[in-house]
């Protein structure tokens, strides 16, 4: 029964390669990539050469290590090369833009950023506050806790609908 079995082995290295190929589709990241390429290279290369079952399984696992620790990485870097990281959390509200909705009293006010929440305010710079009245655009500079740092918004820097 068992030489039956090694007779069709090629079968479970397609099925295998197969499996690993949508896998790959669902994370995006290589790696099973690579497996899928060692299980077709070593062991259904060697199986359609009549190598014994041993022999395939150490082929694939060994092109599938070394494809995991060569071309995978030079895959990332070249697919991830010039692409800023995608800034999230309180790193993605610098820089964003919002508008004043409550007055500052004692250096604090409320701003409702572009993304539609609203933050307790404080101005960057204190001399500042003239510039922040109710309805004028600002900037956040930073994040201090639940405090967003803002400073008004340059005039060139407006867009042309009066925003």
Request: net charge neutral; hydrophobic share 55%; glycine share 10%.
């Amino acid at each position: 029964m068992l030489p039956d079995l090694i007779q069709y082995l090629w079968i479970a290295w397609l099925v295998l390669a197969l499996v690993c190929v949508i896998v790959e589709l669902l994370t995006l990241e290589f790696t099973f990539l690579m497996l899928a390429v060692g299980a077709l290279l070593g062991g259904l290369g060697l199986s359609l050469l009549h190598a014994p079952w041993w022999l395939q399984v150490v082929a694939a696992a060994v092109i599938s290590t070394l494809l995991l620790f060569t071309i995978r990485p030079l895959l990332l870097r070249l697919i991830r090369r010039g692409r800023e990281p995608v800034r999230t959390n309180v790193d993605a509200l610098r820089g964003m833009g919002a508008r004043v909705v409550g007055p500052f009293v004692d250096g604090a006010g409320a701003v409702r950023l572009d993304n539609g929440e609203t933050w307790t305010a404080a101005p960057a710079v204190r001399e500042a506050v003239r510039g922040l009245s109710v309805g004028a655009r600002v900037v956040v500079v930073e994040v201090a806790g639940a405090t967003v740092r803002v400073a008004p918004l340059d005039p060139e820097e407006r867009s042309p609908e009066g925003d």
